[in-house]
Nanobody, 126 residues
Framework: QVQLVESGGGLAQAGGSLRLSCAAS????????MGWFRQAPGKEREFVAS????????YYADSVKGRFTISRDNSRNTVYLQMNSLQPEDTAVYYC???????????????????WGQGTQVTVSS
């Protein structure tokens, strides 16, 4: 069982930066690949980025590649999402999630993730 709590969301101007954190409880955090997803009003939840359990590989949606960076600190049970060059289209509720399949390579589908945080709102003004 893993409980996830996101923080760090807020209001940013276009071109600005925010850093999201996701703190996990439970001793098994380091065994899970982790992902970030986002959901804008009226849209489906979409994949943003993911990272393997040991931080060795990172994956990004094309829309954020080169602007966002996912990382993790297993000693702190925390995964991060550094968001730079923010654009209004990045406005959404951002969720972190744990991939429960037990594979090394993280998934991109919401169905592959079994533990979710409550989400944190990110609003980017133009």
């Amino acid at each position: 069982q893993v409980q996830l709590v996101e923080s760090g969301g807020g209001l940013a101007q276009a071109g600005g930066s925010l850093r999201l954190s996701c703190a996990a409880s439970g001793r098994t955090f380091s065994s899970y690949a982790m992902g970030w997803f986002r959901q804008a009003p009226g849209k489906e939840r979409e994949f943003v980025a993911s990272i393997t359990w040991n931080g060795g590989r990172e994956y990004y949606a094309d829309s954020v590649k080169g602007r966002f960076t996912i990382s993790r600190d297993n000693s702190r049970n925390t995964v991060y999402l550094q968001m730079n060059s923010l654009q209004p289209e990045d406005t959404a509720v951002y969720y972190c999630a744990a991939d429960i399949r037990g594979t090394y390579y993280p998934g991109r589908s919401t169905q592959e993730y079994g533990y979710w945080g409550q989400g944190t709102q990110v609003t980017v003004s133009s």
